[in-house]
């Protein structure tokens, strides 16, 4: 069954929306609402620093990835504002065969300011988080394959049950591909070639940008895909995009390890 992704700003009404598509589908078929409400015991301590951060997500997409399956349908309302985890949560739906909607809370940041400070103190971002987070906010974009279907909500809208419900049920699942199926390790250096592939195409890039300009496509080795540069990336960048990248390879390995750089090149420019 479909995997749903609340994203928006801090205090946006997400939570909100998020029971209420609960108890619509609660009766209906298996339903679990996953909420990072019972993780952020200190959501300003947490949103400050980055390690802090990462352990939360990465908690969150393991709780999806344990639940998600054809038989349940979960809701997930957590911000959701890292195009690039977006992504990773659009594969781990491919994976199980299963569709997946979004769901952008689009309000006024005036409007989820006033929200925020009205709530109890222990539950407040406070401004200097709240206004990190809104700057960080990377939109949903329905041109891009994992914010699509997208259903944007606006200030003073009703939850649109029945095109969220035809978006989730009467859709085809998309069939999963080597970077979403989860397959037995067939060649016995695989990590080797990941580890490999992968540094050899942030050298590439590296190297590029000494001589690139912002737009240009950056052709690396063993792919016929382009790296767009889309902004100067940082080594610390794109380590961070390769160490990623890493993780989520060795749990779903392919049996082909010629597409690796491919693959790579793929999940950074959904990531940039």
Not at 38 to 66: H, P
Not at 86 to 94: A, G, M, P
Not at 258 to 264: C, G, H, N, T, V
């Amino acid at each position: 069954m479909p995997l749903v992704l609340l994203c928006g700003f801090p205090s946006s009404g997400k939570s909100t929306w998020a029971q209420e598509l609960y108890e619509h589908f609660k009766n209906e078929r298996q339903c679990v609402l996953l909420t990072d409400e019972a993780k952020l015991l200190d959501r300003n301590n947490i949103y400050s620093d980055f390690r802090l951060e990462k352990e939360l997500r990465s908690e969150l997409k393991s709780d999806v990835q344990r639940t998600l399956s054809k038989d349940v349908v979960v809701i997930l309302d957590a911000l959701n504002y890292i195009k690039g985890y977006r992504y990773e949560l659009y594969c781990i739906s491919k994976a199980v065969k299963t569709t997946h909607c979004v769901i952008h809370c689009d309000l006024p940041v005036e409007t989820c300011r006033k929200w925020n400070v009205s709530r109890n103190e222990e539950k407040q971002y406070s401004e200097e988080v709240f206004t990190a987070l809104v700057q960080r906010f990377e939109m949903p974009d329905s041109r891009n394959r994992w914010d699509s279907p997208l259903l944007i909500i606006h200030e003073g809208d009703k939850l649109p049950l029945q095109e969220i419900t035809e978006a989730l049920l009467t859709r085809k699942a998309p069939p999963p591909n080597q970077s979403t199926q989860s397959q037995p390790l067939s060649s016995t250096n695989f990590l080797y070639e990941l580890d490999k592939r992968t540094q050899e195409v942030v050298q590439v890039i590296v190297e590029a940008q000494k001589t690139s300009v912002i737009g240009d496509l950056v052709s690396v080795p063993g792919s016929k895909e382009k790296v767009q540069l889309k902004r100067n990336l940082t080594l610390a960048e794109l380590t961070r995009f390769r160490r990623l990248f890493l993780s989520y390879t060795k749990m779903h390995p392919v049996d082909d390890t010629s597409k690796i750089a491919s693959l790579f090149v793929q999940y950074l420019n959904s990531s940039i």
